[in-house]
């Protein structure tokens, strides 16, 4: 599975290495939530066999497995050839009536609240973190790039650049952990946003928002960045609450 790979940075988070236990489980797993985060976008490949097996620490015969078992649920398609690879074919459903009462079904309404709570603190921790560090002229790039890309998305590319641009914060701080509660904090309420339209108003207020959060942080104002974070997730939980009720 050679070639040509996705952005690396973004998957970084979630190929931690794997206890040896449940080597296939957690390996099924791992490449779930990035697929399933956009991380990896349909028609993308995943990274050489090689790379993966040493991020996640497994043998390339587990990962393989693992692949295979995606494979047969539809989430990859295994190609060979020298262009061949592990490309994805998932991609979310398209919002209907009745989906985001469904999902929040399966997970309950405390796990719901939780999951909110959750997240508020690692990105808003994630953004103080960022803003109190002197970032680099690349890091800095990175941020815009990103602010960029989420700013100029089609609607049916609209949340997995939110969730690059969500998950880069806490990625450029430099901490594998925070990042990887970041992408947990966003894998648990991403079938809920999944089960909403994506609404023009909403997608307005919210590149206002995200363009306060990159400015806070360029300017090194933790507490700004912090207010900017949380204003923003409470507008996200505000229309989850809205579609709920």
Do not use: W
Not at 117 to 137: D, I, N
Not at 222 to 242: I, S
Request: contains cysteine; proline residues 5%; aromatic residues 4%.
């Amino acid at each position: 599975m050679e070639g040509a790979t996705v952005d690396a940075p973004s998957m970084l988070p979630l190929l931690r290495p794997v206890r040896s236990g449940n080597a296939f489980e957690e390996t099924v797993e791992r490449l779930l939530q990035a697929i399933k985060l956009g991380v990896v976008a349909h028609g993308e490949k995943l990274p050489p066999e090689r790379e993966l097996a040493a991020q996640l620490g497994i043998s390339r015969v587990t990962l393989r497995e693992a692949i295979r078992a995606l494979q047969d649920a539809a989430f990859l398609d295994v190609r060979r050839g020298r262009y061949g690879g592990a490309f994805v074919v998932y991609e979310p459903p398209r919002p209907e009536s009745g989906d985001l009462r469904r999902a929040v079904a399966a997970m309950g309404q405390g796990d719901l609240e939780d999951a909110l709570t959750f997240r508020m603190a690692v990105e808003c921790g994630a953004a103080e973190v960022l803003a109190s560090a002197e970032l680099t002229p690349a890091q800095r790039a990175t941020l815009v790039r990103r602010l960029e890309d989420v700013n100029e998305a089609a609607p049916e590319d609209y949340r997995r650049l939110d969730t690059a641009f969500h998950l880069s914060i806490a990625e450029l701080t430099g901490s594998s952990l925070l990042a990887a509660a970041c992408a947990d904090a966003r894998l648990r309420v991403t079938d809920l946003l999944n089960a909403i339209p994506v609404l023009g108003p909403n997608i307005e207020h919210a590149s206002v928002q995200h363009a306060a959060i990159v400015e806070a942080i360029l300017a090194r104002d933790p507490e700004a960045a912090r207010r900017a974070v949380a204003e923003h997730l409470e507008g996200t939980a505000a229309l989850l609450r809205g579609f709920l009720s």
